[in-house]
């Protein structure tokens, strides 16, 4: 977590506009030599294709529960078999996989939004900014990271959401969470940045404020933004099956991979019915094994030098 | 925290199923629903309460077999206050039972029997209870238990700075009050006639003052040497020492592992034969315990699958019985939506609550009909549940202004009939309750939005009326009263509150000002009836528990209102 | 420079209040408390009990009132347990701390050892077999890996106890004690090390690349010693300095307990009672746990920044 002192990434910036599309190409050359990298990114294309065009193909999109057919073994018409509740288990799995992936993906995209931007903010501005920004984020560093999830649950529990909705308050909460090491990260980066000669220049030549960081300071911090978000969609789609587990996460009747698991896991079900866990744990497993491989990938390619975490 | 989360229920007073199956948190013990057209549905039998022997008593694991005079039951993590009245978590209850018997306890259908008491007396008028205590009763620390500890254990319970939950007035004992609120120094109701005999008047008859005045009692000389009234903060101190003067004294608690208690030779009814019992603690599911032979007894929620596992086990005599809870919805009353008593009969008739129990328990549990389980003799089978009616549902709402809007969802005055469903975390087959029951009302023009949160939220939520469906489960039901008196429309607790029907105040009165059990079923009869016609709740199911003990030991009677505390006395290993 | 210290200690202090006042406030806005737990109290009861136990004072006041039994060093009672949020405490945390020590140890051992073989034969069948893996570990939810350990290790194969710290009337004393609560401790710990050997698998791998690219490595090579001499000898050493600081970091989870691996294998700690907790709002428990992690939170940073400072003199000047 806080091992990351100085990621700085070493590339070289002299004059910017040419430089930047020559890096990129660079990192797009060196990530394509790395076959795990590309493994991830095609298991995770897949994954998309499977959750989100897959369900069109299934013949139980608007089937609701069947009482006749509960607990099946898979077979042809089931090819996963069905739940307690006779559903088809392959078609929840691709429903649920929307759910899991967009909570994933949504819970990066604020974490990332929020730490970013007050991670710029305090250490471009630094001053007061950088104090308020950062002994907030200390504070709630402090807390630990389960009881403050159980805690925010709690609250929001107030908020009568709908159950379908309810995966946006998971990303909510899960964001709150990770933003403050995110913007710990980001400020270091930005405050190493600073000394470099190119925004040296930016202070000579008395470019504004919001162009020095928009054109300059931003788009030296993308890469890095790039390779944690990636690594943090991971540890969310776990951490929504954690929070499923506590019975906090998504709901059902709505299927997410961590609650289809969590109905199932009764000694009982382990041991007769491994249709009901064994595909949405892999689905997991897969899943986060390849957004890592792939965030590991973009690492090693957009920073050579290994220097990152 | 499932492995599984949930936590049971932590009510106070009364005794919960012992052991832990996978319940949830809290007392809201969930449902669900089962299939969306239950015309179809073949229709799954109720199975019966039953015993079955082990059939290979020897395939026991070693760890069991090699235990020795131990045995070891599961129970959920109690809170370490083991002296009875003051608990607020239902597994101090648990262990307490163990230690403290009551002066009258209640067998399996509802009825008192004697304990520490011999016999007892009820004036015709119901005002005067004398009780009379067995001889040569002793604590089990060997000093004698007498009539004046039984005075000092009421008056405590009246106490201006009592902190639990046993809310004593409600007996009425004459000068109760002018203890707890006034400066009395003692309460005049209360005559110790001799060690053996004790009198108490109280000011209204109360069927239930019988068991609430011959509870559980504390010694005088170790509970009470420090009391001066107003202050109870010494009996802290020990809650962790309890003395009492049941079948087993406590030993030791070690926290998140286990109580020890071990045989106490100054029993009334003997010394049991067993050394040492153990209560093992442990959260949420205690299954595999049960499997690798470190539990000698069980409890495991009643389906299919667990009656099967259980069979599969050689060594498992199994013991199904029906437990005095049951579950229910509970309407939010103070809504607009269930001023209507036929709003009410329309989402019971509209919910195939057949289907959801046979999806759920495969017949090891029965549809409910009246808000009393059948294990008790205030049961009746002569009231026809709700029947499963979409049509007539549809026709009451309907009548009641409820028109089908474009959506399919129905509406009155602009509003749409949107309810909001509360209940508890998690699994254990309460997702089978919400996607059924979500199924059903849609058909019938209802939209049920489903709000899942931990147990105390609920509560509290529903404290503050945010709710219009609420799920529960009720703990065991000593007395039929428990189950109806937050119907009554003086009762303050907050499930019901906004329930108003003068009828019923009326017959839940007149149902224990008598004493008579065969008078007061047929008084709890007419309130069936009458509750029928203003439905408080949509009732669920009668619960059956799956009890499995390892067939070296002998003994154990769970029964549906007591658990297994009134059976541990006569617990005995095979050899 | 011993103005960086200073300067660094009295950061503590704000952050402290900081995160009371946080702590204290958040669990104030939780719906519910311990009192609604029994659902059939009535109206005026609850109202007695409310009184009796304080609930009726402004938030304000009541955390002013913490606060002020906080410095004095009480915690507060209690309510479930009904003694000093301390006593309960002292209780449980050690038996967390023992898990949570050996699977540090563990974790700790076996990253470094894996990280540096897999560091110095980068890009081979063996690094990319332990990238696998080290992912694979990384990619389960820890209940899931807990109850898969529990059906089979325990339940299935009988090798190890499904749960819990002791077997119940055993009555073991001495060695034999000792070996039951470590037959115990096999599985929550295997579970434990596994969930957290990844990232630090992948920091060791990393900084020994890092390491073994700089000049006195070379220069060592260059001097013509073996290569084993200078990878454990002086790429090794090196690559393990920062790695201290990062050790502090880890201090409060040796207390804060797992709370779902101890949940799974129900392992009497401070996590599971956390939860218990939690679920009957023994808010003077809960806000006395949160606060004690938030002190060894801030304290161990603190070493770690002060370690990091001893081990890298530049730091210190900024």
Sequence with gaps: ?309 | MKARKYYFILFTALILFLTACNTEMGGGEESAAAGSDGEDTQSVDVVEDTKIEASDPASSPELALNRGNTVVVGLQEPGGVFTPHFNTSGYDGNVQSVMFPPLVDIDESGEPYPRLAESWEISDDGLTYTYHLRENLKFDDGSDLTAHDVAFTITLLHDPSYPGSTDITEANVVGGLDYKEGDAEEIDGITVIDDQTIEIQVEEPNARSLTMLGGEVLSESYYGADYSKGNLDYINDLHLKPLGAGPFKFEAYNPGEEIRFISNEFYYNGEPEVDTFIYRTSEGDSQQFFQTGELDYSAFPADQDNFELLQSLGYANIDLYTSSNYSYVAFNHESEIFQDPNVRIAFNLGLDRQAYIDARFQGFAELANVPVAPVSWAYTDEIEPFPYDPEEAKRLLEEAGWKEGSDGIREKDGEKLRVYFFTTDGSGGNDIFVTLAQENYREIGIDLQIEQMDFNALLSRVDNGDHDLVSFSTTMQPDPHIGVEAFHSKHTSNTFRGYENPEVDELIDAAVAVSDINERAEAYHELYAKLQEDPPMILLNYNKVLAGTNARVEGFEPNGIRGISPSLENLRIVE | MNNYFVKRFLYLIPTLIGASILIFFLYSLIPGNFIDTDPNLTAERKAELYALYGFDQPTIIRYFIWMGNLFQGDLGYSLQFQRPVTEVLNNYIWSSFIVAFASLFLTWGIAMVIGVISATKQYSFFDSFITILVFGAMAIPSFFLGLIAIKFFAVDLGWFPAGGMTTSGADYTGWAYVKDIAEHMVLPVIVLTMLGIGGLTRYFRTNMLEVVKQDFVRTARAKGLKEKVVIYKHALRNALLPAITLFAFELPALFSGAIITEQIFNWPGIGAIYMQAFSVRDYPLLMGFTMFIAVLTVISNLIADILYGVADPRVRVK
Excluded: C
């Design chain 1, 1 to 309: 977590m806080s091992y990351s002192n100085n990621e700085v990434i070493q590339t070289d910036h002299i004059t910017k506009t040419v430089q930047r599309s020559s890096l990129w190409k660079e990192v797009m050359k060196r990530f394509f030599k790395r076959k795990m990298a590309i493994a991830g990114l095609i298991i995770l294309l897949l994954v998309f294709l499977f959750s989100f065009i897959g369900p069109f193909f299934s013949p139980y999109m608007t089937a609701g529960t069947n009482p006749q057919e509960i607990h099946q073994a898979p077979s042809l018409s089931h090819w996963l078999g069905t739940d307690h509740l006779g559903r088809d288990v392959l078609t929840r799995l691709m429903l649920a996989g929307r759910i899991s992936l967009t909570v994933g993906i949504g819970a990066m995209l604020l974490a990332v939004t929020i730490g970013g931007i007050l991670g710029i903010l305090a250490g471009y501005y630094g001053g007061l900014i950088d104090q308020i920004v950062m002994r907030i984020a200390d504070i709630l560093m402090t807390l630990p990271g389960l009881p403050l999830l159980f805690i925010m649950a709690a609250i929001m529990s107030e908020w009568q959401v709908p159950a379908e909705q309810r995966l946006y308050i998971v990303m909510i909460m899960l964001s709150l969470v990770n933003w403050p090491s995110l913007a710990r990260l980001i400020r270091s980066q930005v405050l190493s940045l600073r000394e470099r000669e190119f925004m040296v220049a930016t202070e000579v030549l008395g470019l504004r404020d919001k162009r020095k960081v928009l054109n300059h300071l931003l788009p030296n911090v993308v890469p890095l933004l790039i390779v944690t978000a990636t690594l943090s969609v991971g540890g969310a789609i776990l951490s929504e099956s954690v929070l499923s587990f506590f019975g906090l996460g998504v709901v059902p009747p709505t299927a997410s991979w961590g609650n289809m698991i969590n109905t199932a896991n009764t000694l009982i079900d382990f041991t007769n019915r491994p249709w009901l866990w064994i595909p949405p744990g892999v689905a997991i497993f897969v899943t986060v094994i390849a957004v890592n491989l792939l965030g590991d990938g973009l690492r090693d390619s957009i920073d050579p030098n290994m220097k990152g975490r």
